[in-house]
């Protein structure tokens, strides 16, 4: 623009005629300066726009990031073959990130609608999620308080009721709670130790009693036909009709009991304990037995959603139906767990599977261990780890018993990552003989072990009862004067600290004129010693002269 008028200020010494023809040029000039300067402001505001957008975008994006962590998928279904079907460094996320961190001013030109649109938090909703009932629109809550809903228990429409008809319910529970919570202070503040019912309560107690006078009467012609036609016209995807089925009352107090239960279920869901889809997995058929799940593992959701998983006992590969898993076992050769059998004593044994080398295996492994653990988050990344696998060998193979996992290089000395009896064989000392043999194999290795932590319930009642188990037998078989912490520890190979807090437990450390003395109770002993003279010789103990392993070098 500067240039321009330089122009027209050199022109102005000529003649009238070029003196106009100037102005004229000069009108246009301001004319088009002006539509510049709104096309630019223009500009300049859907630009800041999509700074804001994309300086709102980006802690999202990381925050998801941070939370995810659906599996990858192949073509099989189940853990993924090869390094390039698997990338751990996740290099999406990272692309994804570098994408929301550009300036605004090089997507200015772009269309920003290609990118994936994450929750900002879980209070807001997903809205490519939709309710599981047919012919509903998740709009509206069981509870009165919410917009949408995404799963059965919030859904109106399978309890046969509207969003209207919820709202109008959930006012006046309201007003019945506020005049409950009257009542009860009222009559707290006047209580007595022998109070005797009011006089309104006492109407209240009449009046509930001539309401459920004809809740046993039944259904009449027409009710059951209208209740048939409506199970067969909506079969399972409806709740039933339960209207003349029990009194008013009664079928109330059953009403406030769903939408509290409903109301539980979306704040855990706000505060992100539960999201949608998660935990969908609640029972495998795994060999002879159909087990219950007791927690979310991140199976692909196509297999996640049927609810049902059906798992090779062998292989581990998991399917989803009877009839694969049929025509699976049919074809599967395998019978024990692959890698290296280091154990055998009766039909016990003990498999090392390195994650390396059966890198399927133990992703399989992992995953079927999360249904059963709370605090595992290894599932893909297993190569750093020997897996210890032991089975129960019959005239149809090596059954899954339990194992533990190990670092191949642990620098603090952890000989154990995680650890896991299978449920069908809890209760019966197989958890037991796990630790044992890790602790066995640190003793090889000339090494003080310790599991590592956190540890789940199950596994912190176990490791303490083998700790008490192993302190006492040192300590009856002790014949010297002095106890050493320390040799207790060279001995069995259980590290001091877990030595130390299993002596305090016992009541066998004591402080005395600045010194820590280990008490050697007798009635301790004396009851250990009874129970394994009751026990007998059982077979569920590890054998050192049974095991056939060197430890592993520059794994």
């Known amino acids: 623009m500067p240039r321009r008028r330089q122009r027209h200020v050199a022109g102005s010494g000529s003649d009238g005629t070029e003196d106009s023809d100037s102005s004229a040029e000069r009108e246009q000039t301001h004319s088009s300066e002006s539509e510049g300067n709104a096309a630019k402001r223009q500009r300049l505001t859907r630009a800041s726009t999509r700074l804001s957008q994309s300086s709102q975008d980006t802690p999202d994006l990381k925050r998801a990031g941070d939370h995810e962590e659906s599996p990858p998928l192949t073509p099989t279904g189940n853990a993924p073959s090869s390094e390039s079907e698997l990338d751990i460094s996740s290099p999406n996320a990272s692309h994804d990130e570098s994408q929301a961190k550009e300036p605004a001013s090089r997507d200015s030109d772009k269309d920003l609608s290609h990118r994936p649109k994450r929750r900002r938090c879980h209070e807001t909703y997903n809205f490519n999620m939709k309710c599981p009932t047919p012919g509903c629109n998740s709009l509206g809550h069981l509870t009165g308080k919410h917009e949408r809903h995404f799963a059965v228990s919030g859904c109106p429409l399978y309890h046969n009721l509207s969003a ?126 159909e087990l219950d799940t007791w927690y979310h593992s991140p199976y692909p959701e196509e297999y996640a959603r049927l609810g049902r998983l059906y798992v090779c006992e062998f ?36 498999f090392e599977v390195d994650g390396k080398k059966n890198k399927i295996y133990c992703q399989n492994l992992c995953l079927l261990a999360k249904l059963f653990l709370d605090h595992k988050t290894l599932y893909y990344d297993v190569e750093p780890f020997l897996f210890y696998v032991m089975t129960e060998a019959d005239n149809t193979g090596c059954h899954l018993v339990g194992y533990f996992s190990k670092e191949k290089n642990s620098f603090l000395n952890y000989n154990v990552s995680c650890i896991l009896t299978m449920p069908q064989y809890m209760r019966q000392g197989f958890g037991k003989m796990l630790i044992d043999f890790s602790y066995l194999l640190s003793k090889v290795e000339e090494k003080v072990g310790s599991p590592e932590r956190p540890l789940s319930d199950l596994g912190l009642i176990s490791y303490r009862s083998y700790w008490k188990e192993v302190l006492l037998r040192y300590m009856y078989n002790f014949q010297g004067k002095e106890i050493s912490i320390k040799e207790i520890s060279q001995e069995t190979a259980v590290n001091p600290v877990d030595i130390v807090s299993t002596l305090q437990s016992l009541q066998m450390l004591k402080y005395w004129k600045g010194k820590h003395l280990v008490l050697k109770r007798q009635d301790l002993i004396d009851e250990w010693k009874a129970k394994e003279t009751k026990r007998g010789n059982n077979n569920k103990t590890i054998d050192p002269s049974s095991l056939k392993w060197t430890p592993p070098k520059g794994t």
């Open 315 to 350: 292989c581990l590969k998991y399917m989803k139906s009877q009839t694969i898993l049929r025509r699976h076992m049919a074809k599967c050769v395998w019978k024990h767990p692959p890698g290296d059998e280091v154990y055998r004593k009766g039909s016990i044994s003990v």
């Open 164 to 289: 209207d008809e919820c709202k109008v319910k959930a006012v006046s529970r309201e007003k019945q709670e506020e005049e409950m919570k009257v009542q009860d202070e009222s009559n707290t503040r006047h209580a007595t130790r022998h109070q005797t019912p009011t006089s309104k309560q006492s109407r209240y107690k009449e009046q509930v009693a001539e309401m459920r006078k004809g809740r046993n009467v039944g259904l009449q012609k027409e009710q059951k036909e209208k209740h048939m036609e409506h199970r067969q016209t909506h079969n399972n995807t409806r709740e039933p009709l339960l209207e003349n089925i029990t009194s008013e009352y009664d079928l109330e107090l059953f009403r406030k009991a769903q939408a509290r239960a409903s109301e539980d279920l979306e704040k855990l869901r706000i505060q992100g304990q539960i999201t949608e889809g998660s935990n969908m997995i609640k029972t495998i058929l795994f060999g002879r037995y």
